[in-house]
């Protein structure tokens, strides 16, 4: 044994809980493969035991070799855990750009890893589905760091230690007030304030803007201006200026308007999805699929998801398997971002940290929105939760304005200042000038002749 037995004992009892990759060689080739079970037997001899799965190419290879190694992730390396997960399935080669060193056994081992542990087969077990390989330490290493990656049911998380950050360090705010923020408002807004509000709020630093969507002015007036909103739109590289469309006409009015992102959904709730679009959920998502390759033909990037995900006022609460089946469906269509909508404002922190956990390890590199209502005052609780729970993109709306001409109770989406101050407070950046923002504001609500429910436009 060629490392000291305290460094050992103090592996196995700060490290147990991580995130590990299991590490072996095929020949020439390195194999790697995640592992959630990994403990030590004995110390004397040192022992440590994993379980893997039979039908897992590594578990044939380390049968075969009598050689693994086990590495612990630290908290810096999520994606190398989603990596070797296999839920980045673009990375052909799991070792590619990692720094690696060849063990005592011949297996590669994960230098920038917390611990690693290289050991030679000293027992199988059969485990039904599964083999426990007992292995006999033969070299180790710990570092001195306590920060690992840990795996908590089925949400790949980072240490709650409070001297590592547990919420990105970044986060993308999507301006939705000029579509769904003034939807519902019986005063007409001008076209002219609507340029002139896009503008301001790309200059305040929101680098996505919903600015209108291409629906039936019957149903929605406050839009029946949407092609010459886009017309009048300056051309800006650093600002995408986004439509909202509901069926293939709006897809097409949307493409000749010459917008260059559209969103679309589909209810989760067949109720919602009569009163919205008068079709069921089936139909919704057949149709949705052929908008996504009309716009795709076009050169246009499509934003789809999932709406009333969190609950339906017509139903009630929504089945996650349904949700989480939709959201499948939508990232086989090769969509660019995926949103889950609060469309009710139903949804509260625990239920949106469950969904998240579900649907945001499919979405893979695909980017995964939230879209949320403060109907019943839980719109920040929800982004919280949903930001801890890894979900970086979120729609908001300034002033607060918002609600679904179909939902006659949701009313108000997140503020778009009262969310960036919060994230701002929590060292969290947006990019996003809540002064500017909250102007906007104010002047909107001087226009309508009422407060809207931001806050922090009333204490600037």
Same mark, same amino acid.
């Given at each position: 044994?060629?490392?000291?037995?305290?460094?050992?004992?103090?592996?196995?009892?700060?490290?147990?809980?991580?995130?590990?990759?299991?590490?072996?060689?095929?020949?020439?080739?390195?194999?790697?493969?995640?592992?959630?079970?990994?403990?030590?037997?004995?110390?004397?001899?040192?022992?440590?035991?994993?379980?893997?799965?039979?039908?897992?190419?590594?578990?044939?290879?380390?049968?075969?070799?009598?050689?693994?190694?086990?590495?612990?992730?630290?908290?810096?390396?999520?994606?190398?855990?989603?990596?070797?997960?296999?839920?980045?399935?673009?990375?052909?080669?799991?070792?590619?750009?990692?720094?690696?060193?060849?063990?005592?056994?011949?297996?590669?081992?994960?230098?920038?890893?917390?611990?690693?542990?290289?050991?030679?087969?000293?027992?199988?077990?059969?485990?039904?589905?599964?083999?426990?390989?007992?292995?006999?330490?033969?070299?180790?290493?710990?570092?001195?760091?306590?920060?690992?990656?840990?795996?908590?049911?089925?949400?790949?998380?980072?240490?709650?230690?409070?001297?590592?950050?547990?919420?990105?360090?970044?986060?993308?705010?999507?301006?939705?007030?000029?579509?769904?923020?003034?939807?519902?408002?019986?005063?007409?807004?001008?076209?002219?304030?609507?340029?002139?509000?896009?503008?301001?709020?790309?200059?305040?630093?929101?680098?996505?803007?919903?600015?209108?969507?291409?629906?039936?002015?019957?149903?929605?007036?406050?839009?029946?201006?949407?092609?010459?909103?886009?017309?009048?739109?300056?051309?800006?590289?650093?600002?995408?200026?986004?439509?909202?469309?509901?069926?293939?006409?709006?897809?097409?009015?949307?493409?000749?308007?010459?917008?260059?992102?559209?969103?679309?959904?589909?209810?989760?709730?067949?109720?919602?999805?009569?009163?919205?679009?008068?079709?069921?959920?089936?139909? /919704?998502? *057949? +149709?949705?699929?052929?908008?996504?390759?009309?716009?795709? &033909?076009?050169?246009?990037? @499509? =934003?789809?998801? $999932? #709406?009333?995900?969190?609950?339906?006022?017509?139903?009630?609460?929504?089945?996650?398997?349904?949700?989480?089946?939709?959201?499948?469906?939508?990232?086989?269509? /090769?969509? *660019? +971002?995926?949103?889950?909508?609060?469309?009710?404002?139903? &949804?509260?922190?625990?239920? @949106? =940290?469950?969904? $998240? #956990?579900?649907?945001?390890?499919?979405?893979?590199?695909?980017?995964?929105?939230?879209?949320?209502?403060?109907?019943?005052?839980?719109?920040?609780?929800?982004?919280?939760?949903?930001?801890?729970?890894?979900?970086?993109?979120?729609?908001?709306?300034?002033?607060?304005?918002?609600?679904?001409?179909?939902?006659?109770?949701?009313?108000?989406?997140?503020?778009?200042?009262?969310?960036?101050?919060?994230?701002?407070?929590?060292?969290?950046?947006?990019?996003?000038?809540?002064?500017?923002?909250?102007?906007?504001?104010?002047?909107?609500?001087?226009?309508?002749?009422?407060?809207?429910?931001?806050?922090?436009?009333?204490?600037?």
């Amino acid at each position: 044994m060629t490392f000291n037995a305290a460094d050992f004992k103090r592996a196995m009892s700060q490290f147990a809980s991580g995130v590990t990759v299991v590490t072996t060689q095929y020949g020439e080739t390195p194999i790697g493969v995640t592992a959630s079970s990994f403990t030590s037997l004995s110390l004397e001899p040192p022992l440590v035991l994993v379980s893997l799965n039979k039908q897992l190419f590594t578990h044939k290879v380390i049968a075969e070799t009598g050689a693994f190694a086990v590495n612990v992730l630290s908290a810096q390396q999520l994606e190398i855990g989603m990596r070797f997960a296999g839920l980045r399935p673009e990375i052909t080669d799991r070792f590619a750009g990692l720094k690696t060193l060849t063990a005592v056994t011949g297996c590669p081992l994960l230098t920038e890893s917390l611990a690693w542990v290289d050991c030679t087969l000293w027992a199988m077990y059969d485990g039904g589905d599964h083999t426990i390989f007992v292995g006999e330490v033969k070299d180790l290493y710990v570092s001195d760091l306590d920060m690992p990656l840990l795996y908590h049911n089925r949400l790949w998380r980072r240490s709650e230690s409070l001297h590592v950050p547990t919420v990105p360090l970044e986060v993308m705010l999507v301006e939705v007030g000029l579509r769904d923020g003034i939807q519902r408002e019986e005063t007409f807004i001008p076209t002219e304030m609507k340029v002139e509000f896009a503008c301001r709020l790309a200059d305040a630093g929101l680098r996505q803007i919903q600015v209108s969507s291409f629906v039936n002015p019957r149903i929605v007036p406050q839009m029946a201006d949407a092609e010459e909103v886009f017309a009048r739109l300056p051309k800006r590289d650093d600002v995408v200026f986004s439509a909202l469309v509901l069926n293939l006409k709006g897809v097409e009015r949307a493409i000749s308007a010459g917008v260059r992102q559209l969103e679309m959904g589909v209810p989760a709730s067949e109720a919602l999805a009569r009163k919205n679009a008068n079709t069921t959920i089936a139909e /919704g998502m *057949d +149709e949705i699929e052929a908008m996504i390759e009309k716009a795709r &033909a076009h050169g246009v990037k @499509v =934003r789809a998801g $999932v #709406q009333a995900a969190f609950g339906c006022i017509y139903e009630g609460k929504i089945d996650q398997a349904r949700v989480v089946a939709m959201a499948r469906r939508l990232l086989a269509m /090769g969509i *660019d +971002e995926l949103s889950l909508s609060d469309s009710a404002g139903l &949804a509260n922190p625990q239920s @949106v =940290r469950r969904m $998240v #956990q579900e649907v945001l390890p499919l979405a893979g590199h695909v980017p995964l929105v939230i879209h949320l209502h403060d109907t019943r005052g839980q719109g920040l609780a929800n982004l919280l939760s949903a930001l801890k729970s890894g979900v970086t993109t979120f729609d908001v709306s300034f002033g607060g304005l918002g609600g679904c001409p179909f939902i006659p109770s949701a009313r108000g989406n997140i503020p778009t200042e009262d969310t960036a101050y919060m994230l701002h407070e929590m060292g969290i950046d947006t990019g996003v000038n809540i002064e500017k923002v909250a102007a906007v504001t104010r002047q909107m609500e001087a226009f309508l002749g009422k407060e809207l429910p931001a806050k922090m436009a009333h204490l600037l």
